[in-house]
């Protein structure tokens, strides 16, 4: 039982290339999420997805890129890497549902920009 | 727009003692609170979820209460060990938002001395 995955764990790149974070979780939840958690602060959220072929801004989403083609995958994309994007970016997913559900994280994908 | 504090940002107890962490938040009108634990170098993982009509949730040696109207939470953890070492979030979704998108604190990095 996997739960959520994330790939890359760590990245290294250069101002201005582009690149792709993939999510992908197995426990068929509607909702999916990018965040990105820089030191002293909690996480803020990038973009989200209430379901598939739908995507939604977040608090910080200029510079980011997603999709949900599928219902296990969301893809957070970078076209012009910049520095002030390295950070941490965690993924998470929820069951779609009154009251709120918890939300399950992947363990985060760590990236630098040079 | 929805703030979430936590008080302290860092501390340190011996093994053993019962100790509270502290999570305030500025709109009371939320659907529900959740309290996480982030290892380092890991991802989130959901402790407690609190509903809005609630006032408290158990688990184990962990409690967690919601007092809305003051806008305030509070995690309780009893006899402390080492294992309990980690950043713990608290996190609010807001009501009327679409998406069960969160709101993070800064987080309480926690040392227990053996």
């Known amino acids: 039982n996997a739960g959520v995955t994330q790939t890359p764990k760590f990245r290294v790149l250069k101002t201005g290339q582009s690149m792709t974070l993939l999510c992908a979780q197995d426990?068929?939840?509607?909702?999916m999420y990018w965040y990105r958690q820089d030191p002293g602060m909690g996480l803020r959220l990038i973009h989200y997805?209430?379901?598939?072929?739908?995507?939604a801004k977040g608090e910080v989403p200029d510079g980011y890129n997603v999709s949900r083609l599928k219902k296990q995958n969301f893809l957070l994309g970078l076209e012009s890497a910049a520095p002030s994007q390295t950070s941490v970016y965690f993924c998470?997913?929820?069951?779609?549902?009154?009251?709120?559900?918890?939300?399950?994280f992947g363990d985060g994908t760590r990236l630098s920009i040079l | 727009k929805q703030e979430v504090t936590q008080i302290p940002a860092a501390l340190s107890v011996p093994e053993g003692e019962n100790l509270v962490l502290n999570c305030s938040f500025t709109?009371?009108?939320?659907?529900?609170l959740q309290w996480f634990r982030q290892d380092p170098g890991k991802g989130l993982t959901s402790l407690l979820l609190?509903?809005?009509?609630?006032r408290e949730q158990t688990s184990g040696r962990l409690n967690a209460s919601l007092d809305k109207s003051s806008g305030r939470s509070t995690l309780y953890i009893a006899a402390s060990q080492p294992g309990d070492s980690a950043t713990y979030l608290c996190?609010?979704?807001?009501?009327?938002?679409?998406?069960?998108?969160?709101?993070f604190g800064g987080g309480t990095r926690l040392m227990v001395k053996p």
């Open positions: 709109d009371s009108a939320i659907y529900n």
């Open positions: 998470a997913s929820s069951y779609l549902g009154q009251g709120g559900q918890p939300q399950h």
């Open positions: 426990m068929n939840h509607e909702y």
């Open positions: 609190i509903q809005s009509s609630q």
């Open positions: 996190a609010v979704r807001q009501r009327n938002n679409a998406g069960n998108m969160l709101t």
């Open positions: 997805s209430v379901g598939e072929g739908t995507t």
